[in-house]
């Protein structure tokens, strides 16, 4: 089993739309969460961070998180075409462990 | 913003060619990081750092190698460059600690003709 599980895509919704993305991980003591947003020939950056059970919101962006189910999400009110993008979660043990990243989600927003 | 730097950006070099990337972090962090990643392809962490003097491998096999003298600089070598060294390598940094925010670089385009 991958460290974490994340659904290639790509996803598509229409413009103004949910997007919801999913993340699973495998390693029961991962204490924090990420979700980078990576355009196309772009490095990765960061949209959210989450430590604690439940949602957190920035503006459109929710992430959720489920430690008990691992798994993390990452929901995109009113989706616009500038979202279009690949997703990264990414999750951290702690102390000296490295952070693991997932392979990305590719999100298409269609006008 | 993170301040993270990398050059050069660009970089078309030939085969058997020594080269150097570049990694500088203003923020004072203990972590650092070389990835590597193709176009549309996931990333493959190379190299990791938690301090002045201290370097590991990462999951993927690398040629390449790593020196971490000062915490602010990070730079990666290639002895003898290869067509198959083609990709993006990005390069990053984290504070020590559960909150770990990665902050990356703009990446170094490296092509071998």
């Known amino acids: 089993q991958k460290e974490v599980e994340q659904n290639s895509g790509p996803l598509s919704v229409p413009e103004g739309a949910i997007a919801s993305l999913n993340c699973t991980y495998s390693d029961r003591v ?27 919101e920035d503006g459109r962006f929710t992430a959720q998180l489920n430690k008990a189910s691992q798994y993390v999400s990452l929901l995109i009110r009113d989706s ?11 999750f951290h043990s702690g102390g000296y462990q490295k952070v693991t990243f997932g392979t990305g989600t590719k999100l298409q927003v269609i006008p | 913003e ?16 020594k080269i150097t990337l570049e990694c500088s972090q203003t923020m004072g962090h203990d972590k650092m990081y070389w990835y590597q ?29 790593v020196s971490r003298i000062r915490t602010e600089h990070f730079p990666l070598t290639l002895e003898s460059a290869r067509p ?9 940094s984290s504070e020590y600690g559960t909150a770990n925010t990665i902050y990356f670089g703009e990446g170094s385009w490296l092509t071998v003709v």
């Open chain 1, 30 to 56: 991962s204490q924090s969460f990420f979700w980078y947003r990576q355009y196309s020939g772009k490095s990765p950056e960061l949209i959210m961070s989450i430590y604690s059970n439940g949602d957190k």
């Open chain 1, 80 to 90: 616009q075409p500038s979202d279009s993008a690949t997703y990264l979660c990414a």
């Open chain 2, 2 to 17: 993170a301040d993270i730097y990398q050059t050069p950006r660009y970089l078309v070099i030939g085969t058997g060619k």
């Open chain 2, 37 to 65: 990643q193709d176009p549309g392809m996931e990333l493959h962490l190379i190299h990791y750092s938690y301090g002045v003097n201290s370097t590991e491998k990462g999951d993927l096999s690398s040629e390449s190698t």
């Open chain 2, 84 to 92: 198959s060294h083609t990709s993006q390598y990005l390069c990053a």
